[in-house]
């Protein structure tokens, strides 16, 4: 089996894992990822656009957060599906480690693997959590779990453990704090930066116009 042919059976195995998933992380989103990370490794040096292609298109096969935070799933079903494929055990080693690595997960999360092509992924799928894609995800998952959309009185936490990051329930425009305004500075790529401050701009735009009329300021 070639190259072409596993990324092919990649896509249609993620379309069918995911059919039915949670708007902000369903297939939509691993192909916006998908997208942008080929297009980001394309402009970067040493890069394996193989394992780009299969780590994007697996990413967020077991997102965590929706499996009772267990962030064993999803590396054990891509390495499950990628021995099927026959691919190669170093890739499939490759790509689980990028898998266990690429979520944000709270500021003080420190990375237990680092290569080229994360950085290229991470980039692509911290691309995808802001500007207006990134608006439009975080208050659908917002209302998925039920959150208030804003309380003053809620303020954010900037300096929650992995654990406390993953148990909030905070409102949704706190995260816009605790993660997407952030996510500018952390970006890994020259690429992925330009592409980070235009989005970065347009969500502090919109938190802008989102307080004058909260307000009630015409």
């Not at 499939?92 to 997960?105: G, M």
């Not at 209302?143 to 309380?151: E, P, S």
């Not at 003053?152 to 654990?163: G, R």
């Not at 409102?171 to 020259?190: A, R, S, V």
Request: hydrophobic residues 40%.
């Amino acid at each position: 089996m070639n190259r072409i042919e596993i990324i092919e059976n990649t896509i249609l195995f993620v379309q069918k894992t995911l059919k039915g998933a949670e708007g902000g992380h369903d297939f939509f989103h691993v192909e916006r990822v998908y997208r942008n990370a080929i297009n980001i490794a394309k402009e970067e040096a040493n890069v394996d656009e193989f394992v780009v292609a299969l780590g994007a298109l697996l990413h967020d096969i077991a997102d965590s957060k929706f499996y009772n935070g267990d962030e064993s799933v999803g590396p054990r079903m891509a390495k499950e599906f990628l021995e099927s494929q026959s691919v190669n055990a170093k890739t499939i080693d490759h790509v689980e480690n990028i898998i266990k690595n690429i979520s944000y997960k709270g500021g003080n999360f420190e990375k237990e693997f680092s290569s080229p092509e994360l950085d290229v992924i991470q980039d692509a799928d911290r691309l995808d959590a802001i500007g207006a894609i990134g608006i439009a995800r975080c208050f659908n998952y917002g209302g998925y779990k039920n959150r208030a959309i804003y309380d003053p009185n809620i303020l954010p936490n900037l300096n929650m453990t992995k654990e406390e990051y993953k148990k909030s329930t905070a409102p949704t425009i706190n995260h816009f704090y605790e993660k997407l305004l952030l996510l500018k500075d952390l970006m890994n790529t020259d690429a992925g930066k330009k592409i980070a401050q235009k989005r970065h701009d347009f969500m502090e735009k919109y938190l802008e116009e989102f307080y004058k009329e909260w307000e009630g300021i015409l």
